[in-house]
């Protein structure tokens, strides 16, 4: 007897536990847990669209800003380049091409009494597409570091493929050397060689193509050995400025 009631109980729990009518015959609503509400999770759900969305913006915007820099460099790049082999420029230079040491007079107590110098430099610009302008130029003639006379010159502009010849007539008097001065004066008065250095520098300027202006300091600093007593002519020597 006990065998044939408990299946029937166990059917009937089943059965009132899959649908369970409540009063009237009408079902009762079904039951959510573990989730929230349906519209609260439409929200987020738009909400993290549109987070995605601002996102994808941001990344579009940066990869176009990226590229349009990357093409701006590589556009200026080849308009310089480009400019650089039309124009091909070289910076101006100055040139000494002759210097003869005229008159030296010089006695035991350490004095140049009279010094004459003729000296000829060259203001050179061997660009072929635009003029040069010299401006600031600074030059000295010394012995042993002491320095023996000033060179100046103003502004001046040297057309394209052409230079200027600045011709200096160099008079000094009065000079007192240093002890070792001395000593090195009357060794080379002895050795019929006298050392004159030349050194300073000057402002060049030029332009490359329409808007580009360039401007560098070009230095010079040579020594000159004189033949002297003698015809006082100098010793063959490459003497040019150079530019950083």
């Not at 995605?52 to 990344?59: H, I, M, P, W």
């Not at 107590?109 to 004459?116: A, F, H, K, N, V």
């Not at 200096?168 to 090195?184: D, H, I, N």
């Amino acid at each position: 007897m006990s065998s044939t009631t408990e299946p029937a109980r166990g059917i009937h729990y089943a059965a009132a536990a899959a649908a369970a009518p409540t009063a009237g015959g009408v079902e009762a609503p079904a039951q959510h847990y573990g989730h929230g509400h349906p519209k609260r999770r439409d929200g987020v759900h738009r909400i993290r669209q549109q987070e995605q969305r601002r996102s994808s913006g941001l990344v579009w915007a940066l990869v176009i800003l990226c590229t349009v820099l990357a093409i701006g460099v590589i556009v200026t790049g080849a308009t310089v380049f480009a400019v650089y082999l039309l124009y091909k420029p070289k910076t101006p230079y100055l040139l000494v091409s002759d210097a003869r040491l005229e008159t030296l007079v010089y006695d035991q107590s350490g004095t140049i009494r009279d010094l004459q110098l003729a000296l000829t430099v060259l203001a050179e610009n061997s660009n072929s597409k635009t003029d040069a302008t010299f401006s600031r130029v600074n030059l000295a003639v010394g012995f042993r570091g002491a320095e023996v006379a000033l060179l100046r010159a103003g502004t001046f502009a040297v057309p394209r493929r052409s230079f200027l010849p600045l011709r200096y007539q160099v008079v000094s008097a009065g000079r007192q050397l240093s002890p070792e001065g001395m000593e090195a004066m009357a060794g080379a008065l002895r050795e019929a060689v006298v050392p004159l250095d030349l050194f300073g520098k000057a402002r060049t300027t030029w332009k490359v193509g329409i808007f580009a202006s360039l401007q560098f300091w070009t230095r010079i600093s040579c020594r000159f050995l004189f033949n002297y007593p003698g015809n006082g002519t100098a010793m063959p020597i490459d003497c040019r400025s150079k530019s950083p």
